[in-house]
C-alpha cells in the first residue's frame, strides 16, 4: 500500500507569490490534515477535511486555504506568502480521523520564501 | 486549553542506557494523547497512543508510556538505547477528546545516542 505522498517535495517561492501544495492520502482514507512545522513555533494544526468538508481549523490567517476533492486528495494554498510561511508543511491521512486510528504522515513540503 | 510540555529539547544517552522522554498534559477533558518520531527530512511516524484503555502503553521499535493521570504525564521510555533511536520525538494531546484530525504538540524532545 502507497503511503502519503505530499508534491513538491521543495519549494522556493518569493514574498507576495501564492502557492499550492497537494497531498495524496493513503489509498482509502478520507481524513487528511495538514500541519505548519517551524523551527520557531514547532508543529501547529492548520486544518482537516474529511469527505470534502473542513472539519477543523487551527488559528491560521485567511491567506491560509484548503480543500479536499472527491478521491480525498487535498491541496492547501497560502496566498501573499510572508517569509515567516517558509516552514515544512504536513500533510496527514487516516481512514476517518478517529482518535483510535492510527495517523499517517507524508514526508512534507518544504517550503522556502525569500 | 490543551497544552503539552515536553521538558528538555535535547537528550543525550549512551546506547544500551535507559530512554526517558518528559512530557506533561494539560487538558479539561480525559485526553487522548500521542508520542511521535521524526527522522531526518522524514514525517512523523506514530510510536503509540493512549485512548483510555491501558494506561501502560506499548507502542514499536521497544518503546513504551504511561498514563499517570495524578501527575498528567505521558513519559516515553524505552529499556536499552540503539543508535536507530537517534531522532526528534513529539508528544501530542488530541484536542477534541474524540478526533485525531487536530492535534497539539509538544516542542519536541532530540534524542542523541552516543557509541
Known amino acids: 500500500k502507497a503511503g502519503v505522498t505530499q508534491t513538491p517535495r521543495y519549494l522556493i517561492k518569493t514574498r507576495g507569490q501564492q502557492v499550492t501544495l497537494s497531498c495524496s492520502p493513503i489509498?482509502?482514507?478520507?481524513?487528511v490534515s495538514w500541519y505548519q512545522q517551524t523551527p520557531g513555533q514547532g508543529l501547529q494544526f492548520l486544518f482537516e477535511?474529511?469527505?470534502?468538508?473542513?472539519?477543523n481549523k487551527g488559528n491560521f490567517p485567511g491567506r491560509f486555504s484548503g480543500r479536499q476533492f472527491s478521491n480525498s486528495r487535498s491541496e492547501m494554498n497560502v496566498s501573499t506568502l510572508e517569509l515567516g510561511d517558509s516552514a515544512l508543511y504536513l500533510c496527514?491521512?487516516?481512514?476517518?480521523?478517529?482518535?483510535?486510528?492510527?495517523?499517517?504522515f507524508g514526508p512534507g513540503t518544504r517550503l522556502l520564501v525569500l | 486549553a490543551q497544552s503539552v510540555t515536553q521538558l528538555g529539547s535535547h537528550v543525550s544517552v549512551s546506547e544500551g542506557a535507559l530512554v526517558l522522554l518528559r512530557c506533561n498534559y494539560s487538558?479539561?477533558?480525559?485526553?487522548?494523547l500521542f508520542w511521535y518520531v521524526q527522522y531526518p527530512n522524514q514525517g512523523l511516524q506514530l510510536l503509540l497512543k493512549?485512548?483510555?484503555?491501558?494506561?501502560l502503553v506499548k507502542g514499536i521499535n521497544g518503546f513504551e508510556a504511561e498514563f499517570k493521570k495524578s501527575e498528567t504525564s505521558f513519559h516515553l521510555t524505552k529499556p536499552s538505547a540503539h543508535m536507530s533511536d537517534a531522532a526528534e520525538y513529539f508528544c501530542?494531546?488530541?484536542?477534541?477528546?474524540?478526533?485525531?484530525?487536530?492535534?497539539?504538540f509538544g516542542k519536541g524532545t532530540k534524542l542523541s545516542v552516543k557509541p
Open positions: 477535511y474529511f469527505s470534502e468538508t473542513q472539519r
Open positions: 489509498s482509502g482514507h478520507r481524513s
Open positions: 487538558s479539561s477533558v480525559p485526553p487522548y
Open positions: 501530542a494531546v488530541s484536542v477534541l477528546g474524540g478526533s485525531q484530525g487536530n492535534l497539539i
Open positions: 493512549y485512548t483510555s484503555a491501558a494506561t
Open positions: 496527514a491521512s487516516s481512514s476517518s480521523g478517529g482518535v483510535r486510528e492510527t495517523q499517517y
